[in-house]
């Protein structure tokens, strides 16, 4: 694990049980291309890799947008990623993943959330580990426990999911069978 990873973070990442993130501004660079029959998103395949490795690793892993999308449907599935919540306005962020952590028998403290905007807000302010993106808004990095050194789109869900790997001692092994 980097040096510059404080020992308060190390002991939030080591409680992470959900690996929750907003989808546009976190898992894509924010831009929407929209033309002919379809929507298009950029996703990078470095983020992908790390949500996989969680899962792997035993983690459950989420994604809650505001913003429905047939785009982020088609890459949740392709990641397998357990949880998709795309409620539109029909209910808030906040209470969206409550349901999800009454459904699964989980709490805050152990729910990892990554945002970018104003609208992930209400998670960050719960989350036992709440991340910014390295590019996102000041009031969602001062409601951070941890800001990524990558932007949204550009790795900073792969940064994120490490660190947790890292501090829970799950990073290594998986360095040692991609290794061999």
């Keep these: 694990m980097p040096a510059k990873i404080s020992a308060a973070i190390r002991q939030r990442a080591t409680r992470i049980k959900l690996f929750l993130c907003d989808v546009d501004g976190v898992l894509t ?3 929407i291309f929209i033309g002919g029959a379809r929507e298009f998103k950029q996703f990078n395949i470095r983020d992908g890799l790390g949500l996989v490795l969680a899962r792997r690793a035993g983690l459950k892993v989420g994604w809650v947008s505001a913003r429905p999308s047939l785009a982020t449907k088609m890459r949740a ?3 397998k990623i357990d949880f998709l919540v795309q409620q539109g306005d029909a209910t808030s962020k906040t ?3 409550e349901n999800l952590l009454v459904q699964e028998k989980l709490t ?3 729910t990892c959330f990554v945002g970018d905007d104003i609208i992930d807000l209400g998670p960050l302010q ?3 580990f709440a991340v910014a993106v390295g590019d ?3 009031e969602v990095k001062a409601a951070a426990h941890f800001v990524t050194s990558a ?8 940064e994120v999911a490490e660190l947790i790997l890292r501090a829970q001692g799950k990073w290594e092994p998986f360095v040692k069978n991609y290794s061999e």
């Design 77 to 79: 599935a392709e990641l």
């Design 95 to 97: 209470a969206a993943i």
């Design 29 to 31: 660079d924010g831009s």
């Design 151 to 158: 932007a949204g789109g550009r790795g900073a869900v792969r």
């Design 136 to 138: 996102g808004v000041a």
């Design 126 to 128: 719960r989350a036992g």
């Design 108 to 110: 805050w403290a152990e």
